[in-house]
């Protein structure tokens, strides 16, 4: 059976709260996932579309729906300070982990995405991110090395091709689950994901 | 307790579905439900924010995910040909019979959400309206006289008059399901409507 593709924003409640539920999913169904954060504003942006959640009417839904959905979800979350984040270096250092020490790299997202939605880390500071790099392998140096990596042209290159793959597959939001080239947008499609894993109606 | 509050665009397909669900969740609850009938374009432009799913690539992700749903669902549906319809007529007809022949509003409204989400049938055509408003009354008139009626000021003024409150009560979607205040929206905030209504965590 095919992996799971699961593609996320590190800035995204909802892609927090994917985060935390989508490994468990897949592992009751025989599947693998494999994580693509992405920048979001940038995918979107070459798609031609709007950045969400714009206007003060949907902000102010949506700011209480992401509380709602974290209690529905019994996940642990407080909207950051800043929100959103910059989350280009966090995504960078994810696909430089995934490079070099490949087993590192979902538990260092773990790590961003907890450290953000439920401590208020600032995860749009490099160095914030290279310690945290740091907390999860000594393979890609000190922490002035990885800041230096993370502004470097690979992790670049990476993460851009990252957002290319995305736009390829017309990923319009975070999460943005891929089943069998099936997508699933939102954390509330996790029922249907649930039902299209176990091979019955959704 | 309060009643509740049931937006939706007679055109949007999420609010069929929900159409199907609503009613039954909140007896359940001993809770009434007061259906409100809207022209979604109309409250989102007013809202100042754009149409949904204009964009190609969320078109295409949308369509599909309104047979997938429907299907999670247990609903029947296909997509009616000229979707989406102009819903003017069948929403000013939910007001007139609101006012005149009040049981016979919901049942009325169901007929034409069934007959457009099922049947394919052409709810943009006053005809087909003055019918429908028809089968489920003779207190408004002939057919003749209802299509009177539909092109008539006080439908207008109702039909705007409800519009009126969605935007002011900041209802940016179909359906849209407000409880004591506080908003829901899409079918697929059902699982936290329930909760929310069963006095859990939500």
Redesign the interface.
């Known amino acids: 059976m095919q992996p799971i593709d699961f593609y996320f924003d590190f800035a995204s409640p909802y892609g927090y709260f994917m985060s935390e539920k989508i490994d468990a999913l897949a592992a009751k169904h025989g599947r693998t996932v494999i994580w693509r954060p992405i920048l979001l504003f940038a995918a979107l942006r070459s798609?031609?579309?709007?950045p969400p959640f714009e206007?003060p009417?949907?902000l102010?839904?949506i700011t209480?729906?992401f509380a709602?959905?974290a209690?529905?979800l019994n996940i642990d979350y407080s909207l950051p300070p800043g929100f959103p984040a910059l989350t280009q270096h966090a995504a960078r250092a994810f696909y430089l982990l995934n490079g070099k020490a490949p087993s590192a790299a979902v538990p260092f997202a773990q790590t961003v995405l907890r450290g953000y939605f439920r401590d208020g880390r600032d995860i749009s500071n490099i160095d914030v991110i290279a310690h945290m790099v740091g907390d999860h392998t000594a393979s890609l140096g000190s922490t002035a090395k990885v800041c230096d990596l993370l502004k470097g042209d690979e992790a670049k290159a990476m993460l851009q091709a990252a957002i290319t793959d995305a736009v390829q597959k017309?990923v319009?939001g975070s999460p943005f689950v891929v089943v069998d080239g099936?997508?699933f947008?939102?954390v509330?499609?996790l029922?249907?994901l649930a039902?299209r894993l176990a091979g019955t109606?959704?």
């Not at 798609?47 to 709007?50: D, E, K, R, V």
């Open positions: 798609l031609g579309l709007p206007h009417v949907k102010e839904y209480a729906d709602r959905s209690t529905f017309k319009f099936e997508g947008f939102g509330d499609r029922p249907q039902a109606k959704a």
